[in-house]
């Protein structure tokens, strides 16, 4: 679902071509996703079907056809409603979560509470539980870091959203 997200988010900001689209959504988010053509055009087949997109074929003098993509209202609908479609099954998804904290600008800040509020609880639960683990077991020394680091990512994420909650209380 997130890859849906980030394209229609790009068609809704200006029209784009299709590498266009995924040239841009590269560019932010390189670290955490990497956009392929087996993603993008079947989706963008896909919103053309349900009329969230209009596809205009460009012609070019000597040149491949270019198709620009333009969002319509259904696909501006389409867009909140899946921004709005996270629950505590998408709440485990880190991307699912990291792409809709990306997209954040496009929500009240009621709803950004709840989105954090779901992946926070996740998150304790699973520290909860890797604490736990790690005191019951005996492990290997390598297994004990990779717990150690684990434990520090998920409270490096605790942290981060915390902070991420009293920003959009105080708004």
């Known amino acids: ?12 900001q200006a029209p784009r071509y299709g590498y266009e689209i995924k ?3 590269q560019q932010q988010l390189d670290v955490l ?10 989706a963008l087949q896909r919103f053309e079907k349900q009329g969230a997109v ?6 070019q003098e000597g040149k491949p056809s270019r198709n620009m993509y333009r969002i319509t209202e259904l696909g501006e609908q389409l867009l909140r409603e899946l921004l709005l479609a996270f629950d505590e099954r998408l709440a485990r998804n880190e991307l699912e979560f990291m792409i809709r904290v990306h997209l954040f600008e496009r929500l009240e800040p009621v709803e950004r509470l709840r989105i954090l509020h779901l992946r926070r609880v996740f998150v304790a639960d699973m520290l909860e539980h890797v604490q736990r683990n790690r005191q019951e077991e005996k492990r290997s020394l390598y ?3 990779v717990s150690r680091l684990g434990i520090d990512m998920l409270e490096r994420e605790l942290s981060w959203i915390d902070q991420l ?6 708004l």
């Open 165 to 170: 909650i009293e920003w959009n209380e105080n």
């Open 33 to 42: 996703l990497d956009v392929n053509n087996n993603m993008l055009y079947p």
């Open 1 to 12: 679902m997130y890859i849906d997200l980030l394209i229609l988010d790009q068609i809704s």
């Open 23 to 25: 040239k841009t959504i």
């Open 143 to 145: 297994a004990r870091e």
């Open 54 to 59: 209009i596809k205009e074929v460009q012609r």
